[in-house]
């Protein structure tokens, strides 16, 4: 196998597991995350979503990942297209959560982009409508 195969082998089975656990178990993502990986998000620390700031190292975006799940409860989280170069790979789909506070939901097209390394991810950056997370966020 291609490392390009096996890098989309790896992440489709953490995003498979994520979506049909809801979210509940962070372990699907945990030890695949390189201990140096970082980690941006276009929200990038924005309030309400301050979670989404940028992290460095395993250990912090485990906490970005416990910050979702402590505030945001998954609904769905479909990856419908990978597209793999080198070591490289693009996830495109869409997600749905609802905001644990303000149980306003937030359905959004979802694009993540990976670097791999050694069957670790190295670096991980998501795309989504911020706007209809900020809606989601407000009372």
Request: proline share 2%; hydrophobic share 40%.
């Amino acid at each position: 196998m291609s490392t390009e195969t096996d890098n989309v082998r790896i992440l489709r089975n953490a995003y498979e597991t994520w979506d049909s656990e809801k979210a509940a178990d962070i372990d699907c993502w945990i030890g695949i995350i390189d201990e140096d990986a970082r980690l941006t998000s276009l929200a990038d620390g924005a309030t309400p979503l301050a979670f989404t700031r940028k992290r460095t190292g395993r250990s912090e975006i485990v906490e970005y990942l416990q910050d979702l799940v402590d505030t945001w409860e998954m609904l769905f989280y479909r990856v419908d297209e990978y597209v793999a170069q080198g070591d490289r790979v693009v996830a495109i789909g869409s997600t749905s959560w609802r905001n644990k506070l303000t149980r306003k939901i937030a359905t959004t097209p979802k694009l993540d982009i990976w670097r791999m390394k050694n069957g670790k991810i190295v670096e991980f950056s998501e795309f989504y409508d911020t706007a209809r997370l900020y809606a989601a966020s407000e009372p």
